[in-house]
C-alpha cells in the first residue's frame, strides 16, 4: 500500500536501538503495547501511526499467546534515510502456519476470532513480513515508518 | 580411605555441636548490618526466626547431602526459608535485607569452618565450596518465594482492579452508561457483560451506553468482546450504543476492517445521552421562567 511510496528503496536500514522482550502471559500485552508506545512517543511518531502501531503489535502478541503459547518480541527503533520508524519482531516456537494465503484473508481463522488479525495488521503497518515453518514456528515482522 | 570417611562424617556433627557459635555469629553479622531492619521486626524475633532456620539445618544437615542441594533432606528448611521470604515481603523488607539475611548465614559457616580446618586448607577448601553452594541455592530458593510473594499482591490487585473499575452508571431513567478504562480482555469482558446485563434486569433500562474513552487500544479481540457484548444486551431487549470513539481509534478499527456498523457508535458519551433521550422521546430544554413571569 504505502510501502515504497518514498524513493529509499536502496538507502540501508541502520538500527537504533533494541529491546526485547518476552511475552507468555496475557498480562504481559500491556506491558509490552506500553513499551512500544513508549519508543513510538520517542521517535516522534503522531497519534494515529502510534495507535495504528500499537494495535498491530497487539494483534500480533495476541496472536503468539493464542497460538503459540507465547514467544519473544524484538522492538528495534530503525533509520533509513531521512525517515526514523518502529520495526517488531514477534518470534514463536508455535505449530506455524501450514496456508500463509489464507491466513492473510480478512475472514478466515482456526479460532474463534474474527479472522481480522493478520490481514489487518498488514493494512495498519508500512511493512509486513511473515515467514512460517510447519512444526516450527511463526516470524513476523512489521515496520512503522513515523510518516508511513 | 578410612580415614577420609571420619574427616567428613566430622564435618556435619563438628558445626552441630557449634550450634550457638554459628547462631551467635549469625546474629551479630547480621546486627551488624547497616541495612538491619529494627522498625520491622525486632531483634529477638529476628534471633527466633534465625535459631529456628539454624536448628532445623544443622538437624538436616550430613555429610551425604551437604554436596547435593537438591537432597529431600532439605525440604524442610525450604519450607521454613519460603515462609520466611514470603512474610519479608509482606513486611516490607527489600530484596537487599532478605538476600543479606541468608548470605550473612554463609559469612558465619564459614568462619566457623575456617577455624576448624585451619590446618587443611585442601578439606577446608572443598568444605567451603560445599557450603558456599548450599547456601547460596537457599538464596535463590528465597528469591524465588520472596518474588512469588511479591506477585501474588500484585495478582491480587489486578483482581481488585478489575472488579472495581467497571461500574454500571443509571445516568437516567432507563439509561445505563458504563465507563470502561483500562484494556478488555476476556476476563474483563465477563465481568462487563455480567455487571451491565444484571444491571439492565435490575433497573428495567432499555438503553445501554458503552464508553470507550478510557480504552486506549481497540484491536480486533477487543472489538470482538465489544460486539458480544451489544449483541448479549439486545438480547435483554436493549439498545446498546458504543461511544468514546477517537479519531484514532476510529481510523485504526477502518484499517483493520472491523465491521461495526451494526453498532450505533458515537463519539462522546454526550451525544450518545442525547440519542438515547431522543429514542425515548425525552427532551431537555431550558427553562422558560420569564414566560411565566409575565403570564
Known amino acids: 500500500m504505502e510501502k515504497n511510496r518514498m524513493p529509499m528503496a536502496n538507502t540501508p ?62 522492538i528495534e527503533v530503525i533509520s533509513k534515510g531521512r525517515e526514523n520508524g518502529i520495526r517488531l519482531t514477534f518470534a514463536d516456537k508455535g505449530p506455524g502456519i501450514a496456508n500463509i494465503e489464507q491466513a492473510m484473508k480478512d475472514g478466515f481463522s482456526t479460532g474463534k476470532s474474527l479472522g481480522l488479525g493478520l490481514p489487518g495488521t498488514k493494512r495498519l503497518v508500512s511493512e509486513f513480513d511473515i515467514k512460517s515453518i510447519v512444526g516450527k514456528g511463526t516470524t513476523v515482522t512489521v515496520v512503522k515508518w513515523k510518516n508511513g | 580411605m578410612h580415614k577420609f570417611l571420619f574427616m567428613k562424617l566430622e564435618t556435619a556433627k563438628m558445626l552441630q555441636k557449634k550450634k550457638k557459635q554459628i547462631i551467635d555469629l549469625w546474629m551479630k553479622n547480621q546486627l551488624a548490618d547497616s541495612a538491619l531492619r529494627e522498625d520491622l521486626m525486632s531483634n529477638d524475633d529476628l534471633r527466633a526466626q534465625s535459631e529456628e532456620l539454624v536448628d532445623a539445618l544443622l538437624k538436616k544437615l550430613t555429610d551425604d547431602n551437604l554436596s547435593n542441594v537438591d537432597s529431600a533432606d532439605f525440604e524442610d528448611i525450604y519450607e521454613i526459608l519460603g515462609g520466611v521470604s514470603i512474610t519479608r515481603a509482606r513486611q516490607g523488607f527489600s530484596p537487599r535485607e532478605t538476600g543479606l539475611y541468608i548470605y550473612s548465614l554463609k559469612d558465619a559457616l564459614l568462619t566457623i569452618l575456617q577455624q576448624e580446618f585451619k590446618n587443611d586448607p585442601v578439606q577446608l577448601y572443598d568444605i567451603s565450596m560445599k557450603v558456599s553452594k548450599l547456601i547460596d541455592s537457599f538464596g535463590i530458593v528465597t528469591f524465588e518465594t520472596y518474588i512469588k510473594g511479591r506477585e501474588e499482591v500484585i495478582l491480587r490487585q489486578t483482581d481488585e482492579i478489575t472488579e472495581i473499575s467497571t461500574p454500571v452508571i443509571r445516568v437516567w431513567d432507563g439509561i445505563l452508561a458504563l465507563p470502561i478504562i483500562g484494556t478488555l480482555d476476556s476476563a474483563r469482558t465477563q465481568v462487563v457483560m455480567e455487571n451491565l446485563l444484571q444491571e439492565i434486569v435490575n433497573t428495567g433500562s432499555s438503553i445501554a451506553i458503552l464508553d470507550i474513552s478510557g480504552v486506549p487500544a481497540v484491536d480486533s479481540l477487543v472489538a470482538q468482546h465489544l460486539i458480544k457484548t451489544v449483541s448479549a444486551t439486545r438480547l435483554m431487549g436493549a439498545e446498546c450504543i458504543i461511544s468514546g470513539i477517537r479519531p484514532e481509534i476510529a481510523q485504526t478499527v477502518v484499517h483493520l476492517g472491523i465491521d461495526l456498523s451494526n453498532v450505533v457508535t458515537k463519539a462522546t458519551l454526550a451525544s450518545a445521552l442525547k440519542y438515547a433521550y431522543s429514542i425515548l422521546q425525552l427532551e431537555v430544554r431550558k427553562k422558560q421562567t420569564t414566560l411565566v413571569k409575565s403570564n
Open chain 1, 13 to 74: 536500514t541502520t538500527v537504533l536501538n533494541k529491546d526485547k522482550m518476552s511475552v507468555f502471559k496475557e498480562q504481559d500485552v500491556v506491558p509490552f503495547r506500553n513499551r512500544v508506545k513508549e519508543y513510538a512517543t520517542k521517535i516522534g511518531m503522531g497519534l494515529v501511526n502510534q495507535t495504528k502501531l500499537i494495535t498491530a503489535a497487539s494483534e500480533l502478541v495476541r496472536n503468539m499467546l493464542r497460538y503459540a503459547e507465547g514467544g519473544d518480541t524484538l
